[in-house]
């Protein structure tokens, strides 16, 4: 079975917080944009990260921003370079890729509908999960967006952004977003795809004041057959390189090539 995947803007330094595919050898091409993750995720510092417990909600509310990060909703005078407005900005992005998902997948379906779940969180933060299951096409197709805020130990923010060791130790705030999806088709000749975007962002530690932002953008998506055809991996890859060409002719190869070198295992 061969794995192909792209993967947008993932910074080469943040391995604790990057999502881990299984790994396949490229049997005919795979794309990934960003450089291959060269050393094993800690998961003891995964563990450690403070997040809090998930509340269910009865309706969709307009932004799962906090106060303070949704001025620019309601604000024109806000700059669009600010981090909240990276957020908002991304946060809608989100929420509309997966509408657009939702309609597309149930026009195909002609009668089955997704299944919502809206969750939030007491300190700010929440996600819309979505699934649709025994439908005429699909077996089943989940596509879920979450928008949260945690507390990461100054261990895994040193992890992350790859600084120094002698770093002031600290708790350090983070803001998540991303889509993810996993669609998987009744009919065994058409593959599984999973895709999933993501903006991760890191406050300045409590105890260093003024120090820069970090963040990273990152995701990828995964076409996946059990039965390969020629034909929809050419059409997979040049959807991807179409995308490239709209910021850079020279993405597509240079991203193919992490994504290669992501996937394949030396020595097995």
């Known amino acids: 079975m061969a794995s192909h995947s792209s993967t947008l803007l993932s910074s080469p330094t943040f391995a604790p917080f990057s999502s881990h595919r299984p790994h396949h050898p490229p049997n005919l091409s795979t794309l990934r944009f960003s450089h291959p993750i060269r050393r094993k995720p800690n998961l003891a510092l995964r563990c450690s990260v403070s997040i809090e417990k998930e509340v269910p909600e009865t309706e969709r509310p307009f932004t799962f921003l906090r106060d303070s990060d949704d001025s620019t909703h309601s604000s024109s005078s ?11 900005r991304f946060e809608t992005m989100i929420r509309s890729a997966q509408d657009s998902v939702c309609e597309a997948i149930e026009a195909i379906e002609g009668g089955p509908k997704f299944k919502e779940d809206v969750w939030s969180r007491p300190g700010g933060g929440g996600g819309i999960s979505r ?22 130990p100054p261990e895994a923010y040193r992890a992350a952004k790859g600084s120094a060791s002698d770093q002031k130790p600290g ?95 030396k020595g097995c």
């Not at 699934?131 to 990461?152: H, R, T």
């Open 78 to 88: 806000s700059s669009s370079s600010s981090s909240s407005s990276v957020r908002a």
């Open 131 to 152: 699934v649709l299951q025994d439908g005429n096409v699909f077996e089943k197709a989940g596509v879920n967006v979450s928008v949260v805020y945690g507390v990461m």
């Open 171 to 265: 708790p350090v705030p983070f803001f998540a977003a991303g889509v993810s999806s996993v669609l998987h088709p009744k009919n065994p000749f058409a593959p599984t795809l999973h895709f999933n975007y993501r903006y991760f962002e890191t406050d300045a530690p409590k105890d260093v004041p003024g120090a820069p932002r970090q963040w990273w953008f990152g995701g990828g998506t995964d076409f996946t057959p059990a039965y390969i055809f020629e034909e929809d991996v050419k059409h997979f890859h040049s959807i991807q390189k179409q995308a490239c060409d709209k910021f850079d002719p020279s993405f597509y190869p240079r991203f193919k090539k992490w994504c290669d070198d992501y996937f394949y295992i």
